[in-house]
C-alpha cells in the first residue's frame, strides 16, 4: 500500500531531551516537506527536501532540523525540544513540486 | 505573501443535500490548488488536485473548481452522507518549492 508513515504517533517529552520523529515513504517521491498544524495558526511548512541531500528552510524552521540522506526517509530532528514546539507534526511526499502531496497520519507531541 | 480563506469556518447540513465548500487565495499566480479532508485528530487525505492550467477536477460524487482570475476555488460534494462530516482544507502552491499555503478549514458536520 502506498503510504507515507511517521513514528511515533504520539511523544510526551521534557524541555531539553533530543528527539527524532521518523517519516518514511513508499512511493518513490522526490520531494518531501514537514509541517506543523496549530489551533489558530493552521499548517505551516517547517522544512523541506527537493530530493536526496537537498534540503531547505520552510516558514517555521527555528528549533529543527533535517536531513535527506535517502530518497524515502526525511526525519525531523528537535535538538533541544521547548514548550513551544508542542504540536501536531505532519510528513508530506509527492512526485514532483507540483504534484500531489500526500501527508502522513501525524505525531502529537508535547513538550513538557 | 499568498493568503488562503475558507468560508464559512463551520456548516452544518442534512443528509442528502449538496455541499459547496468555498475557497480563496490573493495570489492568482498558483502553480496548483489541492483540496483535503482532515478526520479530528488524523492526518490529511487528498481530495482532488487542480493544476494551474485546469479549471477543475472529478472524482466520484467531488468535484473542484478553479477560477484563477477571481482567486477563487469550489469544492462541491454531491448528495453528502455523515460519513463526509470532516473538516475540509484547501492549499495552493505559489512556488517553486512546493510549499503549501493552506486555509483554515471548513468544518463539516453532515447529520442524519
Known amino acids: 500500500e502506498a503510504q507515507v508513515t511517521q513514528n511515533p504517533r504520539y511523544l510526551i517529552t521534557v524541555t531539553g531531551k533530543k528527539l527524532t520523529v521518523t517519516c518514511s515513504q513508499n512511493?518513490?517521491?522526490?520531494?518531501m516537506s514537514w509541517y506543523r498544524q496549530d489551533p489558530g495558526l493552521g499548517l505551516r511548512q517547517i522544512y523541506y527536501?527537493?530530493?536526496?541531500?537537498?534540503?531547505d528552510k520552510g516558514d517555521v524552521p527555528e528549533g529543527y532540523k533535517v536531513s535527506r540522506k535517502e530518497k524515502r526517509n526525511f526525519p525531523l530532528i528537535l535538538e533541544s525540544p521547548s514548550p513551544n514546539q508542542t504540536s501536531l507534526y505532519f510528513c508530506a511526499s509527492s512526485l514532483g513540486v507540483t504534484d500531489t502531496q500526500y501527508f502522513g497520519p501525524g505525531t502529537r507531541l508535547t513538550v513538557l | 505573501k499568498q493568503e488562503v480563506t475558507q468560508i464559512p469556518a463551520a456548516l452544518s447540513v442534512p443528509e442528502g443535500e449538496n455541499l459547496v465548500l468555498n475557497c480563496s487565495f490573493t495570489d492568482s499566480a498558483i502553480y496548483n490548488l489541492q483540496w483535503f479532508r482532515q478526520d479530528p485528530g488524523k492526518g490529511l487525505t487528498s481530495l482532488l488536485l487542480?493544476?494551474?492550467?485546469?479549471r477543475e477536477q472529478t472524482s466520484g460524487r467531488l468535484n473542484a473548481s478553479l477560477d484563477k482570475s477571481s482567486g477563487r476555488s469550489t469544492l462541491y460534494i454531491a448528495a453528502s452522507q455523515p460519513g463526509d462530516s470532516a473538516t475540509y482544507l484547501c492549499a495552493s502552491t505559489t512556488d517553486s518549492w512546493g510549499k503549501l499555503q493552506f486555509g483554515a478549514g471548513t468544518q463539516v458536520v453532515v447529520t442524519p
Open positions: 527536501s527537493m530530493n536526496v541531500e537537498v534540503t
Open positions: 487542480i493544476q494551474s492550467s485546469q
Open positions: 512511493m518513490n517521491h522526490e520531494y
